[in-house]
């Protein structure tokens, strides 16, 4: 899927997350088109399959692409790859899915760029300063990292996040993202992180 975004225009993509069933093969490429004055909020997350029906991390493959450009030069591309195949990564034992990604049930990855999501960015990096590292006994339930996607400037960032439950995920989601309030109004964002 392939998307422009015209000059002072916003393109809030907030989907549902995606949901693959057991033994489902899931295919993704989609690639964003912006000005320089143009603005994105794209959000692609993936949860570990229908857990109610028993299917947790079952599925054959998830393969994500997003591309993201600005006047036409590529400032990110970000590919996620999830495969059930057994690699042959001797010394190690060999892991199911399952086993390779839990504790967490629920990936995100989110762009943020351009001039309509800098309140949103600045919250972050100021939130995303404010951790402190240190170890643990058991993982926290969202763990979450911000990336300046060009250069050292925050202007333009990537957003990764892990949850226990794809709820945590989007509770995070929710609060991280509550300056967008302004932008896409209070029932549009309600509806995207209810």
Same mark, same amino acid.
């Given at each position: ?28 490429? !989609? ?47 970000? =590919?996620? @790859? ?6 042959? =990564? ?5 892991? =199911?899915? =399952? ?12 762009? @943020? ?32 990292? @911000? ?32 300056? @967008?309030? !302004? ?7 309600? !509806?995207?992180?209810?």
């Amino acid at each position: 899927m392939t998307f422009a975004v015209n000059p002072n225009a916003s393109l809030f993509l907030l989907p549902d997350p995606v949901t693959c069933f057991r033994s489902a093969s899931y295919n993704q490429i !989609q690639t964003f088109h912006l000005t320089a004055d143009a603005s994105a909020v794209i959000l692609d997350w993936v949860t570990s399959g229908r857990r109610s029906l028993g299917e947790e991390w079952v599925f054959s493959r998830y393969y994500s692409v997003n591309e993201v450009f600005v006047d036409g030069k590529r400032i990110a591309k970000d =590919a996620m @790859l999830l495969d059930d195949s057994q690699i042959d =990564a001797k010394p190690l034992p060999e892991r =199911a899915l =399952a086993e390779r990604l839990r504790p967490y049930s629920c990936y995100a990855t989110l762009f @943020l760029v351009g001039p309509q999501v800098q309140a949103v960015i600045a919250e972050l990096v100021r939130r995303y300063q404010a951790i402190s590292v240190m170890k643990m006994k058991s993982p926290d339930k969202v763990i979450w990292s @911000l990336s300046p996607i060009t250069g050292n400037d925050y202007t333009s960032v990537i957003v990764r996040v892990a949850g226990e439950e794809t709820e945590d995920v989007k509770g995070w989601l929710g609060e991280g993202l509550e300056p @967008l309030r !302004q932008c896409i109004g209070k029932d549009v964002y309600r !509806q995207a992180f209810r």
